[in-house]
């Protein structure tokens, strides 16, 4: 029977759909039941994907959503159903592809309309209520769907049937096995290299996004080959964001993305994930150049995360609203007599290292940024900017997205297990220790991972995503802390990874669980979008897994697995940046194994001063019982020293810390011309 007719989103487990809890459209959340109602009643289906902290979605859901004639019309016409795009990515990436190849740009929110057997159709992006920015107002486009419909329904299913074989041969695909070398990451990085802005920082052109899979590509580049312009591009490019308006210098944080060339205008939603991978990419920098920069903003970022993001029990929510009290950016900028009020005769200190600025196209307040001939704050600038944040406080705060999406966690626990090796912090080994336990205390009875968490409410199933970053977190918080359950936990992820995402060939791993049945195409998900792909992901994890077990059934699996990914990635590299670079990482793998009487000792430290993505560290106690056998070598476990293993090869062990750090450095290769 169809539903009722109402909206019935205020049970949802998503606060974006609950944003919406109180429009008079008649929405429904992607379901399989909102499935069955539009083709019991032979409605086309209005989907409408977007996110919590998406600013146009606010903007298109105040014009439309929320006005009742809109409403009416939507609920006369279509089965209205709603999806937050971080909750159902599989959903996302099936509707996007579709837009995109009807020659439309993507973006959200996503707007589309489908059969009512969910094969799209039509679609767009923001539609105004009326007719500006030279397009259509959303009342003619949906009565000009509608009659489309009435009159052309057999064409449409015949387009809606080509547009799902067009999707499911571009997110399905089925391709032979492809040999992995280093050639593809030199190819993919000097094409990558060709593309940078290397003055300002980033790709060439506007907006900027901070585009980690990219930059993971250029530092794998020079870590393999020595050469130190993709090493300097990733570095020019963080210190230019680092020190632009995308960054929060009052509250610590990286927004979304720059609007402008020059890092200065944010779009200033803050995601969690951006954060992780800006956390990781600048340990990376901090170890290379030992830049205070880096210190600085590593810190001030988990320092956000733990004050802003953390949710009671110490997993972090996904993201802060760009908007807050109807105003992009409102909470975020300040205009010089708000700071004078707030900082008095203290003021010009702060004047002196930082400026206000504004572009042509923003309209609100100005941005503070470091001023260009400034030297970094000191710690009295320090003191003042933290005035302004307790000042900001008292502002109306941007609404916080606090549901707990397992993938994203992963990648931040990574990230601060990383950095707290990096700079001794225990502290925060313990903060991404707290948060993997988090979610594996919400594993279901079957030990299966939900994908989103909200107030003791789980989604299930989760997608592969979830477990291969849970299992690179695992091995991350193993390589801090010594404690080998992670190992075990990294096992036990990989296992249910297989169990409920294998395919037929027993090498390539879908997006979506075997026990998914709401999805209409099940899907890979081999595209990268902000974060690296849930397949390079994968890759990944079975190499570090295999690393850290010493697994040799395992290490030939991640050869398959990752020779699979290699293949189906082989026409389109820059959209799978991700699994090029998780192939370089099978490609250069190290294992380091540490016996020393501390894991505070100057060995250790000497090699959590030189972390390496290709890398998987194993401390052992000096003297303890047991044995380990590396490739053509027994460890030596009463001797201090370090065994480092390339490939399958292992250096004779090295007991002097200079010579370590040495060895652990980056072939040396000149600047090229």
Known sequence: MPLPPANLLADETSPYLRQHKGNPVHWRGWSQAALDEARELGRPIL?????????????????????????????RLFVNIKVDREERPDIDQVYMTALHATGEQGGWPLTMFLTPDAKPFWGGTYFPKEPRYGRPGFVQVLQSVHRAWQDQQDKINQSGEALRSHIEARLAPVAEPASISGERLAQLANGIFGMMDLEGGGLRGAPKFPN?????????SWLETGNTDHRDAVITSLRKMLNGGIYDHVGGGLCRYSTDASWLVPHFEKMLYDNAQLIRLAVWAHAETGEKLFHVRIEETIGWLLREM???????????????????????????EEIQAVLGDKAPDLFSAYALSGAGHWEGKPILHPAPDSSGPDDHQHSLLGQLRSAREKRVRPG?????????????????????????????IDTASTAYRFVVESMDAAK????????????????????????????????????????????????????????????????????AGDVPIRIRGDVDEAIPSATSQIVEAFIRVAAATGD???????????????????????GQAGIVNACAILLGQRKLVLVSSSPESILVSAANRKPDPRRVDTFIRLGAEGAMQLPGVAVDMSQEAAWLCIGQACLPPIADPETLAAALRPPRQSQTE
Not at 212 to 220: C, D, E, K, S
Not at 310 to 335: K, P, V
Not at 456 to 469: C, E, I, T, V
Not at 552 to 574: C, I, M, N, T
């Open 400 to 428: 916080r997205d606090d549901k707990v999406l397992v993938d994203w966690n992963g990648l931040a626990i990574t990230a601060i297990a990383e950095a707290g090796r990096h700079f001794g912090r225990t502290d925060w």
């Open 47 to 75: 989907l409408s994907i977007g996110y919590a902290a998406c600013h146009w979605c606010h903007v298109m859901a105040h014009e439309s959503f929320e006005d009742t004639e809109v409403a009416a019309v939507m609920n």
């Open 310 to 336: 953390r949710l009671e029990r110490g997993a972090f929510a996904s993201s802060l609203d760009a908007d807050s009290d109807g105003e992009e950016g409102l909470f975020y900028t300040w205009t010089r």
């Open 552 to 574: 040799l059934a395992l290490f030939e699996k991640s050869w398959a697995v990752a020779q699979a990914a290699a293949g189906r990635a082989s026409d389109q590299p820059y």
């Open 212 to 220: 980690a899979p990219f930059m993971h590509t250029l530092w794998l």
């Open 448 to 515: 299966r991972l939900p994908h989103s968490i909200l107030e003791g409410r789980m989604l299930f199933p989760a997608m592969s995503s979830d477990y291969a970053a849970m299992a690179n977190a695992a091995i991350a918080l193993h390589e801090a802390t010594s404690d080998h359950d992670y190992v075990d936990g990294a096992t036990a992820f990989l296992h249910q990874l297989d169990r409920w995402y294998l395919d037929t060939s027993g090498t390539g791993h879908f997006l979506t669980a075997l026990d």
